[in-house]
Every structure is written in structure tokens, then in C-alpha cells.
């Protein structure tokens, strides 16, 4: 049984940078898509982007400019970065496995982390 | 704003069938394969369908998931007051590139 534990600072000012990190246990962690995904409080869900175990990415391209989404083959560990945060990425972020480049199959997630950004 | 559109909530006693929509267009779910999730309150989401009417190993067979032209559907028959939550539909989008979720509805037990 796949299990994702993610961890990550929570509280951010504005244009600093977001970093979380996600292990990955109990599993493979070739041939997946190492995905993030964040909800605003009381919103609907945004895809992040992913990077495939190959070192291939892929990023929404509203977010594309400040995401970086690396991996650890080493560790089994993926990461995020978003720079220059505003208010408007006050959100949960959760961490989860993809099955493909068009996939929105994700299965399974992380517990995710609340990451405020405050001045 | 999503270009996949959910109805924001729906609501059904105890035994009923409740049937949540999701419609898009031939740029996503016409094309591509939709997948949902539940996301019951405080916790992360959980897939529940994938690939249009595929149940992951666990989930009740009181889910069932069916898509036609540039619409899919999520059924919940029997519906259990454990099956208060938010549910998601989700697909790869073609014209933007990137994918996707729905505006989420909030399934409420009478």
C-alpha cells in the first residue's frame, strides 16, 4: 500500500518562496507522475504540475513561470517550490501519485499542508 | 473558474439515488477520460472513479461512474450518511493544455 507523507513551513510572507516535500513509501517509484495539486480555503482543487520519475515535467501553465517540481530517485522524495508567493497562494497543497502525462488519475494523496502567506 | 461544471451541491435522504453532473466539452471530456473524487470534510481527496466507470479496489459498488458526449455523471444509489462530502470530476483539457477539476459539489444526507 502506497502511503505519501508530505511536510513543509506553513506560514510564508510575501515573495518569499513555498517549498514542500513529499516521500513516498511502500512502493515503486518509477513509471508514476509525482503530482501537486493545491485548494484555496472553501475553493475547488488547481493542479500544480508533476514530474514524471524520467526527470520530465509538466506544469499548469498559469503557474509555470514560478514552479519548479523536482525529484529524488534516491530518496524516493519529491519537492515543490513556488516563488515570489502572494495572498493568492494561501491554499492546502497536497502531494499525489499520477498515472500519465493526460491523466487525471491520481491515487494517492498526501495529507496535504495549509501554507498561509501574510505579510 | 473550471471549464468542467459541477451543480454546487445535492442532497438526498438516507436509501436514495443521488446523481451529480459534470459538463465540459469536446476539449475535455469528449476527449479525454474523466476520473472523480471525494473529498470528505477536512481530509484530502480519494479517487472514487477512474477512467469514466472504473471503481479503484475498496470503494462501494454504490459508486458508479458514466460519460456520454461532453458530459460524465457520478451516481451514488443507497446513498449513506457517510457519503457526505465534497466530490470532484477532473480531465485532461486539450485547448489548455493542463488539466483540469470540476467546481466541486457538496453532497448533503437528509
Known amino acids: 500500500q502506497v502511503q505519501l507523507q508530505q511536510w513543509g513551513a506553513g506560514l510564508l510572507r510575501p515573495s518569499e518562496t513555498l517549498s514542500l516535500t513529499c516521500a513516498v513509501y511502500g512502493g515503486s517509484f518509477s513509471g508514476y507522475y509525482w503530482s501537486w495539486i493545491r485548494q484555496p480555503p472553501g475553493k475547488g482543487l488547481e493542479w500544480i504540475g508533476e514530474n514524471h520519475h524520467s526527470g520530465r515535467t509538466n506544469y499548469n501553465p498559469s503557474l509555470k513561470s514560478r514552479v519548479i517540481i523536482a525529484i529524488d530517485t534516491s530518496t524516493n522524495q519529491f519537492s515543490l517550490k513556488v516563488r515570489s508567493v502572494t495572498a493568492a497562494d494561501t491554499a492546502v497543497y497536497y502531494c499525489?501519485?499520477?498515472?500519465?502525462?493526460?491523466?487525471?488519475?491520481?491515487?494517492?494523496w498526501g495529507q496535504g499542508t495549509l501554507v498561509t502567506v501574510s505579510s | 473558474q473550471s471549464v468542467l461544471t459541477q451543480p454546487p451541491s445535492a442532497s438526498g435522504t438516507p436509501g436514495q439515488r443521488v446523481t451529480i453532473s459534470c459538463s465540459g466539452s469536446?476539449?475535455?471530456?469528449?476527449?479525454?477520460?474523466v476520473h472523480w473524487y471525494q473529498q470528505l470534510p477536512g481530509m484530502a481527496p480519494k479517487l472514487l472513479i477512474y477512467?469514466?466507470?472504473e471503481r479503484p479496489s475498496g470503494v462501494p459498488d454504490r459508486f458508479s461512474g458514466s460519460k456520454s458526449g461532453t458530459s460524465a455523471a457520478l451516481a451514488i444509489s443507497g446513498l449513506q450518511s457517510e457519503d457526505e462530502a465534497d466530490y470532484y470530476c477532473?480531465?485532461?483539457?486539450?485547448?489548455?493544455?493542463?488539466?483540469?477539476f470540476g467546481t466541486g459539489t457538496k453532497v448533503t444526507v437528509l
Open positions: 477532473s480531465a485532461w483539457d486539450d485547448s489548455l493544455n493542463g488539466k483540469v
Open positions: 469536446r476539449s475535455n471530456i469528449g476527449s479525454n477520460p
Open positions: 499525489a501519485r499520477g498515472y500519465g502525462d493526460y491523466s487525471t488519475r491520481f491515487d494517492p
Open positions: 477512467t469514466d466507470s
